[in-house]
């Protein structure tokens, strides 16, 4: 069985400042590691993926994670934010053996001005 | 593309009462989910069709909650009797292929459900 644990319930940050979401999952097989975005009253969108090869994996919005392994971790990161960034940000994974997502509990960012 | 529609966007009943909410998946996708998201917490998964079967619904609590995908394209999510505990978003997500795949899972805005 899988597991994520976010952290962070909440993540204040000034604009243009770095930020990094933290994400730690637990799996007893091959992983597939998710960071999605929520804005407000809206469903989520993908911002990147990892299920193999690089550990660095590069998104949208500028958006970057790095897979861990031995950490077991696949934290989310970006250099500089912006008030748009501003969102609710869930971890999510799956395995080989299964196309169910289990979702961490959410890391609200806060970009202030 | 055209994405996930999901309707109704809100929808406020009293407990007891009974409710559906309707998804259109991705035109092609076979895969559907239907997630709940408590206030505060991430996407749990309820059901899971491939095309028009039930590929995992153990956590469907299904003396109150139904669900179906005939003809393995739009599907419907129901409740009956609605409980105080049921408010939450409802979201509908699909992907491209079958079970395994790890492609990624498209998600509609979803359903706002309150329960008074």
């Known amino acids: 069985a899988q597991s994520v644990t976010q952290l962070d319930s909440q993540v204040p940050v000034f604009e243009e400042a770095p930020v990094e979401l933290r994400c730690n999952y637990s799996?007893?097989?091959?992983?597939?590691l998710f960071w999605y975005v929520q804005y407000p009253n809206q469903g989520l969108q993908l911002l990147l993926k990892y299920l193999s090869g690089s550990t660095l994996v590069k998104g949208i919005n500028g958006f970057e994670a790095e897979f861990n392994k031995s950490q077991t971790s696949f934290h989310l990161r970006k250099p500089s934010v912006h008030i748009s960034d501003t969102a609710e940000y869930f971890c999510a994974v799956s395995g080989s053996n299964t196309d169910k997502l289990i979702f961490g509990t959410g890391t609200r960012l806060q970009v202030f001005p | 593309e055209a994405g996930v529609a999901q309707s109704p966007r809100y929808k406020i009943i009293e407990k007891r009462q009974s409710v559906a909410f309707w998804c259109n998946p991705i035109?092609?996708?076979?895969?559907l989910y239907w997630y709940q998201q408590i206030l505060g917490q991430g996407p749990k998964l309820l059901i899971q069709?491939?095309?028009?079967?039930?590929?995992?619904d153990s956590q469907l609590p299904k003396d109150r909650f139904s669900a179906e995908r005939l003809k393995g394209v739009d599907s419907t999510l129901k409740i009956q009797p609605a409980k105080l505990e049921d408010s939450a978003v409802y979201l509908c997500?699909?992907?491209?292929?079958?079970?395994?795949?790890?492609?990624?899972?498209?998600f509609g805005d979803g359903t706002r459900l309150s329960i008074l």
């Open positions: 799996s007893s097989v091959s992983v597939y």
């Open positions: 069709f491939q095309n028009n079967g039930v590929v995992d």
């Open positions: 035109s092609g996708h076979a895969t």
């Open positions: 997500a699909s992907s491209p292929v079958g079970s395994y795949s790890n492609q990624p899972q498209h």
